[in-house]
């Protein structure tokens, strides 16, 4: 499943390496300091991260359309904790994760009941229903007024000694590298996960739930468990968000954003750890080369996204890995 | 422009057609170009807002090139306008301003909503980028806030100006507010409830709301007429949705004035919603035929060749562009290249009004609201529909 | 409360109606259409269009409404859906492609169509007064045409040949096939019958609500919740969920303070399938 698992450790390492590498030096370099690509790569990362948790969703046969509303959970629990609660940044992100986790899971023990399409269209509800609940109880969230001017993250420091310095008013590279860094962990994560004994077990969940039932596991645990990981990534994802737009609106995210999260994963490939890296990198990079066709911009980007599904409906990696199997296959006659 | 390599031929020439150089050279040098960029959303349920203001802006620079191009300081500028589409996505916002200041914008319209311009001021307080938001949240207005500037009437000013009027002519005594259930009408409606209650109205209702895509509005009319309300106000209501409303409040036996704070077009109105659409209060917009200039009939000329039909909320927008560019000219060069320039000259400035017959001024306004000059002084046009067109009712003027 | 109720009536017969094209598609192919309401979008622009623009009778444009979209809907599951079908390892592909063909035509008929909100001339004057509620008559019209076409696809479904075979279908595609029935047609011919019937819905409504180009997603969000609740792929459970969804709508709007009304109709709609997952009538599924 996972890129060449079985075979070897060092190929996924290696190619870990090489996105780090491009990512935390090349672009960089390469960018010239041009905003504008900065924050495209900040926020593809940050989008990356929370597909992440949407591809861990597929990898137990669901079609999760709920991570949008619990990013918007995770703002929510970001923006509050620094705001109100006068939390550091620092321990306001995790705490995101952890609260959407929580409340993945007291959501997720009775809704993963459901498969397939009803599935997919519960979890849609629970997005619009949380972009309702914001709207709804503006003792706590402000309602349709927003969170506004939220702080910059402060500086992180350890007995004294300065880990991380304040984020800078304006400074782009801070959040581009944080973006990074969290792309970066939650890619090694899913990886871990995914050749881990769990990661099997989660392959079992999505080809036959009533065959690991049978097998004697706790199909019901592991699900809500991969789900609430999921709901982890959005939280934090969302958090991110807050801190880099300085404010939350109940419109922060949205039915469209869990789909773009879906369409991420799809384009990329499922069956690979990195489609959804893959599949906000080909997207996002698209969208923004069609800018120069103005109004008729989201014609071809959806046009794009239909040809692509058409020519690669198992995502882009799948195409890549035939091209590279066939080629090993002519070598080794 | 041409090169010459013999600086005599060079004078001969200048001395001969001194005159007549003067208009030619004009053109000539517009070959100069200044971009601007405009910021909102262009794509989904909310296209009719951000669409328009990137053709508004497009028609409007169409017109100054066709003259020959904008004269700031000593050189004449072709405009280009640069439309970003956000897709009321704040994260889009944000990377729109980004492309947009990247591509060396520094004046922009847009965008359309509280959350992408919030989120969209990030990028331009760091870059010093001016932007000219149609949302009402006041934080972008006030200090240590000062690159955005609100380019219409705020609902919370508008509001009461015509609350005071119904009051003093048609004698309206119990108002009702009815809005989707969404950031930018919710806001408007708790505000505009507020004012009114301030003016002794009796509020009879408003915490009904319906939510974005309803088709079919009797079940949330049906509770706020049993409130029996003189008036009711459709705050922050969305151009799609203002024919349907009108038309099932009617139809439920609604018998007072309606009225809403945000610019909408009259005919799409009267299609929709026919007969019942006349008396319809609208406020915004400045194309009604009564008031408008022979030069507001040339643009509107122009938007209906470059872009098929005319829309009256463009109406609006285009005093964005105008005073932009007057802005421009009257700080000079330097604001093209620092736009401390540009607010340093928003303070006296003073420019004209071309759009209105009776002309009028044109400055910064919001010193009352917001503390400083960041609202853009568009004439208050309460107007009512009527068989499809605008007939005025009332201009009124922002405060300083 | 006569209001009320005569407002459910009206709400719920226009919602199954939206709700029986996209359970038709689900049935037959195991396609959730997320076109459906940019399809019901069109479906109101071509009789707008017939109706206003080329001034023909109304009838005529709701007729060219089902033509266009069907043909639209055959063209979509011949080389959208179907090549997608047969290589795709994943199922859930096609929900993708559906989510693409959505933003696709929504972005184009902002294009062709511009911006603005689109209505016809009423078809029908006047107001009924019942019980001190108010019914106008362009509604009462609307009602009876959107009963008589559910009734009309209802007996084509159950009596005739075509009907038969699509059921078949749905129930099983190969003992279908060993019956000598033509499938890779009737498939086509059934996406159509789906899209058009969103087409007509969208054309017929337009006569008492109006139509822009950003009205699809919020109808397929609201065709979702209807078909969860009365139970994906079964036809009655369509038009069940539907009249449900106009009852919790109405009466919700009613009694609680709007912004409250689909916060709790989600909440109702989550928990109700967490107790029933397959909806009211719905078969288990996957």
């Known amino acids: 499943m996972a890129?060449?698992?079985?075979?070897?450790?060092?190929?996924?390492?290696?190619?870990?390496?090489?996105?780090?590498?491009?990512?935390?030096?090349?672009?960089?370099?390469?960018?010239?300091?041009?905003?504008?690509?900065?924050?495209?790569?900040?926020?593809?990362?940050?989008?990356?991260?929370?597909?992440?948790?949407?591809?861990?969703?597929?990898?137990?046969?669901?079609?999760?359309?709920?991570?949008?509303?619990?990013?918007?959970?995770?703002?929510?629990?970001?923006?509050?904790?620094?705001?109100?609660?006068?939390?550091?940044?620092?321990?306001?992100?995790?705490?995101?994760?952890?609260?959407?986790?929580?409340?993945?899971?007291?959501?997720?023990?009775?809704?993963?009941?459901?498969?397939?399409?009803?599935?997919?269209?519960?979890?849609?509800?629970?997005?619009?229903?949380?972009?309702?609940?914001?709207?709804?109880?503006?003792?706590i969230t402000r309602g349709a007024q927003g969170m506004v001017d939220l702080p910059l993250p402060g500086d992180l420091s350890l007995f004294g000694l300065v880990i991380i310095p304040a984020f800078e008013k304006g400074a782009r590279l801070p959040f581009f590298y944080l973006a990074g860094t969290l792309m970066m962990l939650g890619l090694l994560f899913m990886w871990l996960l995914d050749t881990s004994r769990v990661g099997a077990v989660f392959r079992?969940?999505?080809?036959?739930?009533?065959?690991?039932?049978?097998?004697?596991?706790?199909?019901?645990?592991?699900?809500?468990?991969?789900?609430?990981?999921?709901?982890?990534?959005?939280?934090?994802?969302?958090?991110?968000?807050?801190?880099?737009?300085?404010?939350?609106?109940?419109?922060?995210?949205?039915?469209?954003?869990?789909?773009?999260?879906?369409?991420?994963?799809?384009?990329?490939?499922?069956?690979?750890?990195?489609?959804?890296?893959?599949?906000?990198?080909?997207?996002?990079?698209?969208?923004?080369?069609?800018?120069e066709f103005q109004r008729y911009q989201t014609v071809i980007y959806s046009g794009l996204m239909i040809l692509c599904i058409l020519l690669m409906p198992n995502g882009i990696l799948s195409v890549v890995r035939r091209r590279s199997s066939k080629a090993k296959g002519a070598n080794n006659a | 422009m041409l090169a010459w390599n013999t600086g005599s031929i060079r004078r001969k020439l200048m001395l001969s057609v001194a005159a007549g150089v003067l208009t030619v050279s004009g053109y000539a040098q517009a070959e100069e170009t200044l971009k601007l960029g405009a910021l909102g959303v262009m794509s989904g349920p909310f296209a009719g807002w951000g669409g328009v203001m990137c053709q508004t802006f497009k028609s409007r620079a169409g017109m100054w090139n066709d003259d020959g191009g904008v004269k700031i300081g000593d050189k004449t500028y072709k405009i280009d306008v640069v439309c970003v589409d956000d897709k009321a996505d704040p994260k889009g916002a944000q990377t729109g301003a980004e492309k947009l200041i990247s591509d060396g914008i520094k004046y922009i319209q847009g965008p359309n909503t509280d959350s992408t311009a919030e989120s969209a001021k990030t990028v331009m307080e760091a870059n010093k980028a001016i932007n000219m938001p149609y949302a009402f949240s006041k934080s972008l207005y006030t200090p240590p806030a000062s690159q955005s500037i609100l380019g219409?009437?705020?609902?919370?000013?508008?509001?009461?100006?015509?609350?005071?009027?119904?009051?003093?002519?048609?004698?309206?005594?119990?108002i009702a507010f009815l809005c989707e259930n969404n950031a930018d009408p919710l806001n408007q409606r708790n505000e505009g409830s507020a004012a009114a209650k301030g003016l002794g109205l009796e509020v009879v209702s408003d915490q009904e709301t319906y939510e974005s895509g309803t088709t079919d509005f009797f079940p949330v009319l049906t509770k706020v007429i049993g409130t029996?309300?003189?008036?009711?106000?459709?705050?922050?209501?969305?151009?799609?949705?203002?024919?349907?409303?009108?038309?099932?409040?009617?139809?439920?036996?609604?018998?007072?004035?309606?009225?809403?704070?945000?610019?909408?077009?009259?005919?799409?109105?009267?299609?929709?919603?026919?007969?019942?659409?006349?008396?319809?209060?609208?406020?915004?917009?400045?194309?009604?035929?009564?008031?408008?200039?022979?030069?507001?009939?040339?643009?509107?000329?122009?938007?209906?060749?470059?872009?098929?039909?005319?829309?009256?909320?463009?109406?609006?927008?285009?005093?964005?562009?105008?005073?932009?560019?007057?802005?421009?000219?009257?700080?000079?060069?330097?604001?093209?290249?620092?736009?401390?320039?540009?607010?340093?000259?928003?303070?006296?400035?003073?420019?004209?009004?071309?759009?209105?017959?009776?002309?009028?001024?044109?400055?910064?306004?919001?010193?009352?609201?917001?503390?400083?000059?960041?609202?853009?002084?568009?004439?208050?046009?309460?107007?009512?529909?009527?068989?499809?067109q605008y007939e005025p009712l009332f201009v009124g003027a922002l405060n300083d | 409360m006569t209001q009320v109720l005569l407002n459910a009536l009206v709400v719920g017969t226009t919602y199954a109606l939206i709700a029986l094209g996209i359970t038709i598609i689900f049935s037959i192919m195991k396609v959730v259409n997320?076109?459906?309401?940019?399809?019901?979008?069109?479906?109101?622009?071509?009789?707008?269009?017939?109706?206003?623009?080329?001034?023909?009778?109304?009838?005529?444009?709701?007729?060219?409404?089902?033509?266009?979209?069907?043909?639209?809907?055959?063209?979509?599951?011949?080389?959208?859906?179907?090549?997608?079908?047969?290589?795709?390892?994943?199922?859930?592909?096609?929900?993708?492609?559906?989510?693409?063909?959505?933003?696709?035509?929504?972005?184009?008929?902002?294009?062709?169509?511009?911006?603005?909100?689109?209505?016809?001339?009423?078809?029908?004057?006047?107001?009924?007064?019942?019980?001190?509620?108010?019914?106008?008559?362009?509604?009462?019209?609307?009602?009876?045409?959107?009963?008589?076409?559910?009734?009309?696809?209802?007996?084509?479904?159950?009596?005739?040949?075509?009907?038969?075979?699509?059921?078949?279908?749905?129930?099983?595609?190969?003992?279908?096939?060993?019956?000598?029935?033509?499938?890779?047609?009737?498939?086509?011919?059934?996406?159509?019958?789906?899209?058009?019937?969103?087409?007509?819905?969208g054309g017929l409504l337009v006569a008492i609500f109006a139509v822009h180009t950003g009205a699809g997603t919020a109808v397929s969000i609201k065709a979702f919740l209807m078909i969860m609740i009365g139970g994906a792929g079964v036809l009655s459970g369509a038009i069940l969920g539907g009249f449900v969804l106009g009852v919790l709508e109405s009466v919700g709007y009613a009694l609680l303070p709007g912004s409250m009304t689909f916060l709790v109709i989600f909440l109702i709609v989550i928990g109700f399938l967490i107790v029933r997952p397959n909806g009211i009538m719905g078969k288990p599924w996957g």
């Open chain 1, 204 to 291: 079992s969940l999505r080809q036959n739930e009533d065959l690991a039932s049978s097998l004697g596991i706790n199909v019901a645990k592991y699900r809500v468990v991969a789900f609430m990981v999921a709901c982890f990534y959005a939280g934090v994802g969302g958090g991110f968000f807050a801190a880099l737009q300085q404010n939350v609106y109940p419109t922060s995210f949205q039915v469209i954003d869990s789909v773009y999260f879906m369409v991420y994963c799809f384009v990329g490939g499922l069956e690979f750890v990195i489609g959804p890296l893959i599949g906000a990198l080909v997207m996002m990079t698209s969208f923004e080369l069609l800018h």
């Open chain 1, 3 to 139: 890129g060449g698992s079985s075979h070897s450790i060092a190929k996924p390492i290696a190619l870990g390496v090489l996105i780090a590498l491009g990512y935390f030096i090349a672009v960089p370099l390469l960018s010239g300091g041009s905003g504008y690509v900065l924050n495209v790569v900040t926020t593809m990362a940050a989008v990356s991260f929370i597909s992440f948790g949407v591809w861990l969703t597929f990898a137990i046969g669901r079609i999760n359309l709920a991570q949008a509303g619990f990013a918007l959970i995770g703002a929510y629990v970001t923006a509050i904790s620094v705001a109100h609660l006068g939390l550091s940044f620092w321990v306001a992100l995790p705490l995101s994760g952890l609260v959407a986790a929580i409340i993945g899971g007291l959501i997720g023990w009775p809704v993963l009941r459901l498969k397939g399409v009803y599935f997919a269209m519960i979890t849609l509800c629970i997005t619009e229903a949380c972009r309702l609940t914001a709207l709804s109880f503006p003792g």
């Open chain 2, 228 to 388: 029996s309300p003189d008036h009711i106000v459709l705050s922050g209501v969305n151009p799609s949705d203002v024919g349907p409303l009108i038309k099932a409040a009617r139809e439920l036996g609604f018998t007072g004035t309606m009225s809403t704070e945000t610019g909408q077009d009259p005919k799409a109105i009267y299609e929709v919603a026919g007969e019942a659409a006349n008396g319809f209060i609208v406020a915004g917009g400045a194309s009604t035929e009564e008031i408008r200039s022979d030069f507001m009939v040339k643009f509107i000329e122009r938007y209906t060749k470059d872009w098929g039909e005319w829309n009256d909320v463009a109406g609006l927008f285009v005093y964005g562009p105008e005073i932009m560019v007057q802005t421009l000219q009257k700080a000079g060069p330097a604001a093209l290249e620092d736009t401390e320039a540009f607010k340093a000259a928003l303070d006296g400035f003073v420019g004209t009004n071309p759009f209105l017959k009776d002309g009028g001024e044109l400055k910064y306004v919001g010193r009352k609201d917001y503390g400083q000059p960041r609202q853009v002084s568009v004439p208050i046009v309460v107007q009512a529909v009527k068989d499809g």
């Open chain 2, 152 to 174: 219409m009437v705020a609902s919370y000013q508008v509001g009461p100006i015509i609350y005071k009027w119904l009051m003093d002519n048609k004698g309206i005594k119990k």
């Open chain 3, 34 to 201: 997320f076109a459906h309401g940019q399809l019901y979008m069109i479906g109101g622009f071509v009789v707008y269009y017939f109706n206003v623009v080329f001034g023909l009778p109304f009838w005529f444009g709701l007729l060219m409404s089902f033509l266009i979209v069907g043909a639209l809907g055959v063209v979509m599951e011949l080389f959208l859906f179907r090549p997608v079908m047969l290589r795709v390892k994943r199922e859930e592909v096609t929900m993708l492609l559906a989510m693409g063909t959505a933003v696709f035509l929504e972005s184009l008929a902002l294009i062709v169509f511009g911006e603005k909100q689109r209505g016809v001339p009423p078809i029908a004057t006047g107001i009924f007064e019942l019980f001190g509620a108010r019914l106008p008559t362009g509604r009462v019209v609307v009602i009876f045409i959107a009963a008589a076409l559910i009734i009309a696809l209802m007996a084509f479904i159950g009596y005739t040949k075509t009907g038969r075979a699509l059921r078949a279908m749905a129930q099983d595609r190969e003992a279908t096939a060993l019956q000598g029935v033509n499938l890779k047609w009737l498939s086509a011919m059934g996406f159509g019958l789906g899209t058009g019937l969103a087409g007509l819905a």
